[in-house]
């Protein structure tokens, strides 16, 4: 009714203000014209703020519209008023016309709250069974609860009880087999069935309160008695059986004992003191097997070996002194391993072969130095020690074992090697050994198996004073040496300075390519293999001494300078401090002998040039008189006569002297090379010299001599 109201009022004004809807308003106009006819006497009429308010209202249009207009407020009111009792007329003659509906609507209503209350006496009813349903659910669900706890309960004591029935019961087959059965897979199965019931019976306490323990235990307590008895006997047999002859111990090991190794758990936990003597008759039995083993391989192996040394094959010792006997059926051969390395480097780099066969080695007649039997014998060792240690660990569960088992083979290794060790002047097989040693020790470690540390040690620890002392032996026949009887009238390298070399080179090379292992011990090595460079140093002098002239001595160091770095350098071609140290000598040496060469050929000439060349010749201040031509034409003359013979000579003399070739031909180089420098400050001095140039004629020019030399030179 209001929104009816509201329209008709704003019908009705906006017929009164069609025709002024597009007038302009003027605010500011209208106002000047306003009268108060009524009211303009009353004094509490009041204009402040008048102005302000009308601003405010300038934008509602109706306001607007009455004000643009000019109407009065009084008779738009009345108009207003009119509008509305005529719009309550209206709306009244509306709801006259629809009072039928109304009285139809008013009738439905009331029939719908008949039938809405008929609802809600329904639904209550509904409501009153449903929680009558709700309170018979719980009770249902806690007895169901109740059930299901109950159940649960007895399937818990139902399989608490039908575990203990099947642990602590005896079962009629196992009884069959234990004591009838034979000792087999299925046994194995039944000792461990019966272990887990003798378990049960003693360790759970509330088994041992149970009446059915009183039952049970006497016959598990005869059950396991029999199982002891009955393995025992079995092990025992299969023990013994690995002291039959030519019996192949780590396949009856892998694949039979190893089968049965449950039974010796089994007496490890339900039979101690028979556990206990099989453990003993297993480290019996393989303490003799392997000592008889070992045994009978080292005896094998004594029959080839091959003597290298004795202890008279000492690098000052004199050849003659040893070999009109001890000598004399020994093969040349095997003399020159005592010093030199040679193909006995080989045994390093076949160190993972496997074992000598003694028998086929025989039967080929074939022989061997000592560390291949030494190599042979510890790689059967290691091989043998590996199986055991770990057949031990896997088949008792105790390494400890295996040191009882080894006592005995240790013990036959020991006393072998104490017999040959005392007897082994050979330092470098001695060397040979260590480097063996050490390689074994690598492989051990690789393998992860620690129980030959020990005893690896032990060896290494004996074969370094071994060879400490044969080195000394060979140091003190250097400082001992009689140069009377080592002396030869021969310039040519002398037999013990090639055995010195022989041997250094071989101590090199097996420190080179093998001595990171033991940095320490090789350090002392080197310490010591200068004690012995020192005294080779010495005797070498004094053999050199034993020569009349002074050109042999100096050749016959240079020969001997030049072997010994040959030899060293085919053990280490970066070359050491040994080397070094002769090479220094060698080029001093060289030298000297190079000046003993001219002044043997060209005396005059090198006299004249060293006393008189850088003299000015037109001067006497540098000697008594000044530089003539008289002086030096007898030189120049002697050196064009026959310094083409004289080359010559001094070529046919280094051919002779040195038996190193290239080494003669260097030699040769420095010494007409020097020449040529002679000869060329000869020259240089005659021009200076006052008619200096009538000598030019005798004078050989430079490059006739450069031509000569060539032509000895170009073949090397």
């Known amino acids: 009714m209001a929104d009816l109201v509201a329209n008709k009022v704003g019908n009705s004004f906006d017929d009164n203000t069609n025709d002024t809807g597009k007038n302009v308003f003027n605010l500011g106009a209208f106002v000047g014209d306003l009268t108060f006819e009524e009211d303009a006497g009353s ?134 087999i234990v004591v009838d059965g034979e000792v087999n897979d299925e046994y194995m199965r039944t000792l461990e069935m019966l272990s887990k019931k003798l378990k049960f019976v003693e360790v759970d306490p509330m088994v041992k309160t149970s009446k059915a323990l009183k039952d049970v235990q006497p016959e598990l307590e005869k059950l396991r008695q029999k199982a002891i008895s009955k393995v025992f006997d079995f092990i025992v047999q299969k023990l013994y059986a690995l002291r039959k002859p030519k019996t192949n111990i780590q396949i009856l090991q892998q694949s039979v004992l190893l089968k049965y190794k449950y039974i010796v758990s089994f007496l490890k936990e339900h039979g101690k003191d028979v556990y206990i003597e099989v453990r003993a008759a297993y480290i019996d039995t393989m303490n003799k097997v392997l000592s008889a083993h070992f045994r009978a391989y080292i005896q094998a192996l004594e029959k080839l070996q091959l ?44 160190i993972d072969q496997p074992a000598l066969i003694p028998h086929i080695a025989e039967a080929s007649s074939l022989k061997y130095p000592y560390e291949v039997l030494f190599r042979s014998l510890h790689k059967l060792l290691i091989d043998t020690a590996t199986s055991e240690y770990l057949f031990c660990d896997d088949f008792f569960g105790e390494e400890s074992i295996f040191y009882d088992i080894c006592a005995g083979p240790f013990t036959v290794i020991d006393e072998h090697f104490n017999s040959i060790l005392p007897n082994c002047y050979d330092a470098i097989g001695l060397m040979l050994m260590i480097r063996i040693i050490h390689h074994h020790q690598l492989i051990m470690s690789r393998r992860r198996i620690p129980c030959l540390d020990s005893y690896l040690d032990k060896v290494n620890i004996s074969l370094w004073p071994r060879f400490k002392m044969v080195f000394d032996l060979h140091l003190s026949s250097l400082r001992n040496a009689n140069v009377k009887t080592l002396w030869e009238d021969d310039i040519h390298p002398h037999y013990v300075m090639r055995r010195y070399a022989e041997f250094t080179a071989s101590l090199i090379h097996l420190n080179v390519e093998y001595g990171d292992g033991q940095p320490l011990l090789f350090l002392q090595l080197e310490l010591n293999m200068e004690r012995l460079r020192m005294a080779i140093d010495d005797l070498l002098l004094k053999l050199a001494k034993t020569f009349t002239k002074s050109k042999s001595q100096i050749v016959f160091l240079i020969n001997n300078y030049d072997m010994t770095i040959a030899v060293l350098k085919e053990a280490s071609p970066e070359g050491g401090k040994i ?138």
């Open 43 to 176: 004094d509490d009429i009041s204009l402040e703020g008048l102005e302000q308010e009308l601003e405010e209202c300038k934008n509602y249009d109706v306001v607007a519209n009455i004000l643009s207009k000019g109407t009065k407020l009084r008779e738009y009111t009345k108009g207003v008023e009119n509008n509305i009792r005529q719009v309550e007329l209206d709306s009244i003659q509306d709801y006259i016309k629809e009072s039928d509906n109304l009285v139809s609507l008013h009738d439905q209503i009331r029939d719908c709250d008949t039938i809405l209350s008929q609802m809600e006496t329904l639904l209550s009813g509904f409501q009153d069974e449903i929680g009558s349903i709700s309170s018979d659910i719980k009770i249902l669900q806690e007895k169901s609860m109740d059930m299901g706890l109950k159940l649960k309960n007895r399937k818990v004591a139902e399989s608490k009880l039908a575990k203990f029935v099947e642990d602590i019961i005896v079962p009629p087959r196992m009884v069959d």
């Open 307 to 350: 003597d290298i040394a004795t202890s008279n094959d000492l690098i000052g010792v004199e050849t003659r002194s040893t070999s009109l006997f001890s000598r004399g059926r020994e093969p040349l051969k095997n003399r020159s391993a005592v010093f030199a390395l040679g193909d006995r480097i080989n045994i390093l780099k076949e």
């Open 579 to 716: 080397q070094l140290h002769f090479e220094d000598l060698l080029k001093t040496n060289t030298s000297l002998f190079v000046e003993e060469l001219l002044l043997e050929h060209f005396s005059d000439l090198i006299k004249f040039v060293k006393t008189r060349g850088s003299e000015d010749p037109s001067s006497s201040s540098g000697s008594d008189k000044p530089i003539t031509i008289a002086e030096v034409e007898p030189i120049v003359k002697d050196f064009a006569s026959r310094w083409k013979a004289a080359i010559e000579l001094m070529h046919k003399d280094v051919i002779t002297s040195f038996s190193n070739f290239l080494c003669g031909m260097e030699i040769l180089r420095a010494a007409l090379t020097q020449l040529l420098l002679y000869y060329t400050r000869l020259s240089d001095c005659i021009k200076r010299i006052v008619s200096g140039s009538t000598l030019n004629k005798d004078l050989v020019s430079i490059s006739s001599i450069m031509y000569e030399i060539r032509k000895y030179l170009r073949t090397f």
